[in-house]
């Protein structure tokens, strides 16, 4: 079955940084875009990044551009995100997801997520 494990979250001061990853398994993990969104309490879901599988292209939301980083090891299955410059307004629950569409609302599997809280 397909599962997706994040971890690394946890509390940092604003303007540290975290780096969470995601251990993916039972999927041919180099076949699909993967990548995070994070849902805050009072606030929409919010795509935050993705790695392609096909092209090695990118995206980034605006609210975290510049300052976090997604890359991927297809050979471990595996995907990161290291987050820098943290704000208190990053503080969310993260989900590793596996994408199936063009944009980040088409996932069909998600990890039970990772806390991250940035205090001021």
């Known amino acids: 079955e397909v599962q997706l494990v994040e971890s690394g979250g946890g509390l940092v001061q604003a303007g540290g940084s975290l780096r969470l990853s995601c251990a993916a398994s039972?999927?041919?993990?180099?076949?699909?875009?993967m990548g995070w969104f994070r849902q805050a309490p009072g606030k929409e879901r919010e795509g935050i990044s993705c790695?392609?599988?096909?092209?090695?292209?990118?995206y980034y939301a605006d609210s975290v551009k510049g300052r976090f980083t997604i890359s991927r090891d297809n050979a471990n299955s595996t995907v990161y995100l290291q987050m820098d410059s943290l704000k208190p307004e990053d503080t969310a629950v993260y989900y590793c997801?596996?994408?199936?569409?063009?944009?980040?609302?088409?996932?069909?599997?998600w990890g039970q997520g990772t806390q991250v809280t940035v205090s001021s």
């Open positions: 997801a596996r994408f199936i569409g063009p944009t980040m609302l088409f996932y069909d599997f």
């Open positions: 039972g999927f041919t993990f180099e076949s699909y875009t």
């Open positions: 790695a392609s599988n096909s092209d090695g292209s990118t």
